[in-house]
C-alpha cells in the first residue's frame, strides 16, 4: 500500500531530516518527494511506500502528527487511494 | 505523481470545510428472527445483529485512520419491526425496541433504525401495536429511531394512520419533555420512504433488500460553499450549477471509494451511496449558507425555492457519475435545527414553515426537525403531515416530516438538542382548525399518472 505524507507549516531548519529519520525507523520507504516553500510556508508532499513497515499503520500516522505537534507543522499521512479516487477518473 | 494541488484540496476540504463520510449504515434483514414468542423473537434479533454488526465500529475507525476522512457515524437500519410484531402473539412490543437498544449499544452504534411500519395503504396488527408503542419506545431508549410510511404515489395517502401519527409525535414529545422532547425528534413520518436510505431518523433495511447491505451517506455542505464562495459574484447560474456539479462528484467519489472499502473489509455486499448535503450545526456545514452564497441575503427570503431547486439538482447530477450505485435520499437536507443557517434565519424570522414546505417541493427530504408550540393540536401537525405528504406523492417523491412539539415552550422559546441534532427556535404554526377533515379517516386516493401539469 502506498501513503502520501503531508507536512505544511513554517520553514525551518531539518525538517525533512526529521520526517525521513521518522519514515526510517518505521521502515517506510520514500518512492517521491515533491516540496516547495511559498513565501515561509513550507509545503512538502511525499509518496511512501509502506508495505513494509515495521509497526502498523496507525502507529506511524499517530508518530508522524505527534512530531507535527510538537514542531508546530500539520503532518497527515493518507491512504493514496483517497486521493486518486477524488481527482482522477 | 498526483499533483500538489489536488492534495492540498482534499486535506483542505477535510481540514476547514468539514467534509465527512456523515454515516456508514449496514443494513440488516430480521425477517429470520420471526417468532410467535416475543422473547424469542428477541432473541434472535439480538444474536443476529451483534453477529453481523460486531465488527461494524471497528473497521470504520480503521478506514477512517487509513484514508484520513472522518465517519462521523456508524450506524444499522433493520427490518421494518411492524413485520416481526406482526407475527407475535401479544400487543406490548415495545421489549423490541429494547433489544435493539441493547444491540446498538453492544456493537457501538450511534444510532439504530428501524423500529417502522409500513401502512401506506392499510394496517396489519403489526403495525398497530408499532404506532401505538412508538413514544414509549423512543422515550425509554436512546439509539432507537422510529420511522412510519403513510402514504406512496402508488398507493395514495393513508388518512387513519396521518391520524394516528399526529398523536403519536405529540405524545413522544410530552414522554420525554424532560429531554427537550427529544423522542419526536427520533420519529420520521414518511411519504415515498426509501427501503435502502441510511440517514437517520428515517433509516431502515427494506424487504426488497439483500440480507446484509453497506449503504453509506455522504455530507460535504461546507465544500460546496467554501467552492462558491470563490467563485466571481458575476459568475451566471450555469457557472455556478457546473461548479456544485463538480464539487458534488469529488465528495461523492470519496463516499464511493469509503463504501467499497467497508464493504469489502466487512465481507457485505455494497449497496448504495447516498448523495446527500447533509448539515451539522457547525459552523461552515451549512446547505442555507450555501444558498446565501449563491446570493441570497438569508436562506428563506424570495429565490430560496429556485436556488435550492438548482443546489439539489446539481448535487444529484454530479454525485451520480461518481458512485457504482447511488439511492437512499439523494439530494440536499434542510433540517432546520441541525443548520446553523437555517437556525440563524429562523431565529430572525425570514424562514418561515410555509416557505419550508415549499422548498420540500424541491429537495430531498421535507420537513426536518422543526420545532413547533408545544401547546399545537393533533390534528394540526396531522394535517402538517398530510400536506408534506400530498407533496410527495403527487410529486413522485420522498417527503417526509419530523416536527418537535416543545412542550410548554411558546414561539420564539428555544429547544437544543446538542450533537448533530442541534436545536433551535420554536416556529410559527398556522392554527386554523383542520380537525373534521383529519377526523374523517379512510384514504386519499393516489394521483394519476398521466396528464401530468
Do not use: W
Not at chain 1, 526529521?18 to 513550507?42: G, P, Y
Not at chain 2, 473489509?265 to 447516498?274: A, E, K, T
Amino acid at each position: 500500500m502506498r501513503a502520501i505524507l503531508t507536512v505544511v507549516g513554517k520553514d525551518t531548519v531539518g525538517i525533512m531530516a526529521k520526517i525521513a529519520s521518522l519514515c526510517s525507523t518505521h521502515n517506510v520507504n520514500i518512492v517521491d518527494i515533491n516540496q516547495t516553500v511559498m513565501q515561509d510556508l513550507f509545503c512538502m508532499i511525499m509518496l511512501c511506500d509502506i508495505d513494509k513497515i515495521k509497526t502498523d499503520f496507525n502507529s506511524f500516522s499517530d508518530a508522524a502528527a505527534e512530531l507535527g505537534e510538537k514542531d508546530n507543522l500539520s503532518i497527515h499521512v493518507m491512504h493514496e487511494d483517497i486521493f486518486n479516487s477524488m481527482h482522477k477518473i | 505523481m498526483l499533483n500538489t494541488k489536488d492534495i492540498l484540496e482534499t486535506i483542505s476540504m477535510i481540514q476547514d470545510e468539514n467534509l465527512d463520510i456523515r454515516t456508514v449504515t449496514m443494513g440488516i434483514s430480521l425477517l429470520d428472527c420471526i417468532d410467535s414468542d416475543i422473547d424469542a423473537a428477541c432473541n434472535k434479533v439480538y444474536d443476529k445483529i451483534v453477529r453481523y454488526a460486531h465488527n461494524l465500529v471497528p473497521v470504520c475507525n480503521q478506514i477512517e485512520k487509513e484514508y484520513g476522512i472522518p465517519i462521523i457515524n456508524k450506524r444499522i437500519s433493520v427490518t421494518p419491526i411492524a413485520m416481526l410484531a406482526s407475527a407475535c402473539q401479544t400487543s406490548n412490543i415495545v421489549k423490541f425496541a429494547h433489544t435493539l437498544e441493547k444491540a446498538a449499544m453492544t456493537v457501538g452504534v450511534n444510532f439504530i433504525g428501524g423500529y417502522s411500519a409500513l401502512v401506506q395503504k392499510g394496517f396489519s396488527n403489526g403495525d398497530y401495536a408499532l404506532i401505538e408503542s412508538i413514544p414509549e419506545a423512543l422515550a425509554t431508549t436512546d439509539h432507537v429511531c422510529s420511522s412510519v410510511n403513510i402514504g406512496s404515489t402508488k398507493a395514495g395517502i393513508n388518512m387513519d394512520a396521518v391520524k394516528m401519527m399526529g398523536k403519536a409525535i405529540k405524545k413522544a414529545a410530552e414522554l420525554t419533555a424532560d429531554r427537550d422532547c427529544i423522542g419526536a425528534a427520533k420519529l420520521v413520518v414518511f411519504c415515498n420512504a426509501p427501503e435502502d436510505n441510511p440517514f437517520m431518523a428515517g433509516a431502515f433495511h427494506g424487504v426488497g433488500e439483500a440480507d446484509c447491505v453497506i449503504n453509506v451517506g455522504v455530507s460535504g455542505p461546507g465544500v460546496v460553499r467554501a467552492a462558491l464562495s470563490k467563485l466571481d459574484k458575476s459568475a451566471n447560474i450555469t457557472e455556478v450549477a457546473d461548479l456544485i456539479k463538480r464539487t458534488a462528484f469529488k465528495i461523492t467519489r470519496m463516499g464511493q471509494l469509503v463504501a467499497k472499502e467497508a464493504s469489502s473489509r466487512l465481507c457485505v455486499p455494497f449497496g448504495i451511496v447516498d448523495l446527500s448535503l447533509a448539515p451539522t450545526p457547525a459552523i461552515g456545514d451549512s446547505v442555507a449558507h450555501i444558498l446565501e452564497e449563491m446570493g441570497l441575503e438569508q436562506c428563506g427570503c424570495c429565490g430560496t425555492t429556485a436556488a435550492l431547486a438548482l443546489l439539489n439538482d446539481a448535487v444529484k447530477k454530479g454525485g451520480v457519475m461518481a458512485s457504482s450505485h447511488v439511492g437512499g435520499l439523494s439530494g440536499a437536507f434542510i433540517p432546520v435545527t441541525e443548520d446553523a443557517g437555517m437556525i440563524d434565519a429562523a431565529r430572525s424570522g425570514c424562514l418561515i414553515l410555509e416557505k419550508l414546505e415549499a422548498m420540500t417541493a424541491v429537495c430531498s427530504v421535507g420537513l426536518d426537525m422543526i420545532n413547533i408550540p408545544g401547546d399545537t393540536p393533533a390534528e394540526v401537525i396531522s394535517a402538517i403531515i398530510a400536506d408534506e405528504a400530498a407533496i410527495g406523492m403527487v410529486n413522485s417523491k420522498t417527503t417526509a416530516v419530523r416536527l418537535i412539539p416543545a412542550i410548554g415552550k411558546k414561539i420564539g422559546d428555544e429547544l437544543s438538542f446538542g450533537g448533530l441534532l442541534g436545536g433551535g427556535p420554536v416556529m410559527r404554526v398556522n392554527t386554523g382548525s383542520p380537525e373534521i377533515f383529519i377526523n374523517r379517516g379512510g384514504r386519499l386516493p393516489a394521483p394519476l399518472q398521466s396528464l401530468k401539469n
